[in-house]
């Protein structure tokens, strides 16, 4: 299984950024796929992820959109009016395990490498 996250860069506030994550070795129609993020020194952070549902974390609702193209085995993170707040490397992780909440590092047992996004004021 590889997961691998790009589009990420460096941008300005109020910009948009849409990462992707391609899957190769499952298929994501059959997964759950999570976005995170980390900063140098801080614990990974939840985004959102998709699966037979939706979820996000609050510091992102109504500025994210989390999506899949099953025929492509593409994860989307659609992220608009960023900010400096946003700036972190983003991985998506994905599992099998649905009965899991999903919100934690632990619930996922794939990992892409990551993807960095830099926002500056």
């Known amino acids: 299984v590889q997961l691998q996250a790009s589009g990420g860069g460096s941008v300005q506030a109020g910009d948009s950024l849409r990462l992707s994550c391609a899957a190769s070795?499952?298929?994501?129609?059959?997964?759950?796929v999570a976005w995170f993020r980390q900063v140098p020194g801080e614990d990974r952070e939840f985004v959102a992820y998709?699966?037979?549902?939706?979820d996000d974390t609050a510091s992102v609702k109504g500025r994210i959109t989390i999506s899949r193209d099953n025929a492509k085995n593409i994860v989307y993170l659609q992220m608009n009016s960023l900010s400096p707040e946003d700036t972190a490397r983003y991985y998506c992780?994905?599992?099998?395990?649905?009965?899991?909440?999903?919100?934690?590092?632990?619930?996922?047992?794939?990992w892409g490498q990551g993807t960095q996004v830099t926002v500056s004021s």
């Open positions: 070795g499952l298929a994501i129609s059959t997964v759950r």
């Open positions: 992780a994905a599992t099998f395990r649905v009965e899991r909440t999903g919100r934690w590092p632990n619930d996922y047992g794939y």
């Open positions: 998709i699966g037979a549902n939706v």
